[in-house]
């Protein structure tokens, strides 16, 4: 049996707490279904509106100065683990990562999450006591050279 092809980087993606809702305008997915290449759910003003009226805050943006610190602190958060940083883009409303890891997605992308939202409260560059991030995000592997260049260009100039 041939060994099983080793990923050449994971692309992760995750957003800010409150800024793309169930019913989103852009699309959405539910827990039941939400896998890879699946189609988005359509828009619905009215989903969103009531999952806007139960945040117990507003959503959170950051700032062009709280962009570059989360940016530094991923990468210190990189370097630490020993994954290189292949293409980074922090936005006001989203992350999106490509890096070279051998750390499962899910736990790479949990371990990234926790690292800025600790340290930004620890800088005192964010006061909330809620969460930084929405819930969950996107954690796909990559397999080839193709894959890479194209999460790359992705993150770099798809936004």
């Not at 943006?61 to 994954?83: K, N």
Request: some cysteine.
């Amino acid at each position: 049996m041939p060994p099983a092809p080793t990923p050449k980087a994971l692309l992760l993606t995750w957003r800010t707490y409150g800024t793309w809702l169930p019913g989103d305008e852009r699309g959405w997915i539910n827990r039941q279904r939400n896998g890879f290449g699946e189609p988005a759910d359509a828009p619905d003003f009215r989903m969103e509106a009531a999952a806007k009226g139960q945040m117990p805050r507003a959503a959170v943006v950051l700032s062009d100065s709280l962009r570059q610190q989360v940016d530094g602190v991923i990468r210190e958060c990189c370097s630490f683990h020993d994954w290189p940083v292949i293409a980074l883009n922090v936005r006001t409303n989203h992350v999106h990562l490509v890096l070279a890891c051998d750390e499962q997605p899910r736990r790479a992308l949990s371990i990234l999450k926790a690292r800025v939202t600790r340290v930004c409260r620890e800088e005192r560059w964010v006061g909330m006591t809620g969460s930084l991030w929405g819930r969950g995000g996107s954690a796909r592997v990559v397999w080839d050279e193709e894959g890479v260049e194209a999460a790359v260009r992705y993150v770099k100039y798809g936004q």
